[in-house]
């Protein structure tokens, strides 16, 4: 069986347009993935940097405070309205280089009154309501500053956190 030079070149042809739409669709989804996974370090330099890009970021807000904030879905419940007001969240919390340091756990929740976390955490929680999820990215003035958290959080850290407020138990102050 003889093949003409027509029907080879053809079958290249053919043959190559599916993968060549895969190297394609492959080269994208690196792009898109390396874009992603922009690496920082954790020197002082690198949480400057990642403050900056982040607050030029689709959706992101930035505070007075250097608080900066993004909705990734809103609610539509009540809002903290004391410090003495129990929040009920789901998070998660991570180092500018990735490294998840704290989350709860799939199906559970975490308890705290409103006023009694970091500074970060509590100018958010004054402005969210039941039902909302944002991303936090907290500079490390408004999270654990020069001290650090032990051995989890290295000192002069921006922390980025998804958390859901799930509830808020309002508190009567005592008379």
């Given at each position: ?65 250097g ?11 009540s ?34 009154p ?26 490390s ?35």
């Amino acid at each position: 069986m003889r093949i003409s030079k027509a029907a080879v070149f053809t079958i290249l042809v053919l043959g190559m347009i599916p993968l060549g739409g895969c190297g394609d669709k492959e080269q994208k989804a690196e792009t898109q993935k390396a874009e992603k996974t922009m690496t920082y370090d954790l020197s002082a330099g690198s949480n400057q940097k990642y403050l900056a890009e982040n607050s030029a970021k689709d959706g992101v807000k930035t505070l007075p405070s250097g608080l900066q904030y993004r909705i990734i879905k809103s609610g539509a419940g009540s809002s903290p309205t004391s410090g003495m007001d129990m929040v009920t969240v789901t998070y998660k919390g991570w180092l500018i280089d990735g490294t998840v340091f704290d989350q709860t756990g799939p199906g559970q929740t975490a308890k705290f009154p409103a006023g009694r976390l970091i500074p970060g955490w509590v100018e958010a929680l004054r402005m969210m309501k039941e039902g909302d999820e944002w991303e936090l990215t907290i500079p490390s003035n408004l999270a654990y500053g020069s001290q650090g958290a032990g051995d989890v959080i290295p000192p002069d850290q921006t922390l980025v956190f998804q958390m859901a407020l799930l509830k808020v138990d309002h508190q009567t102050p005592p008379q």
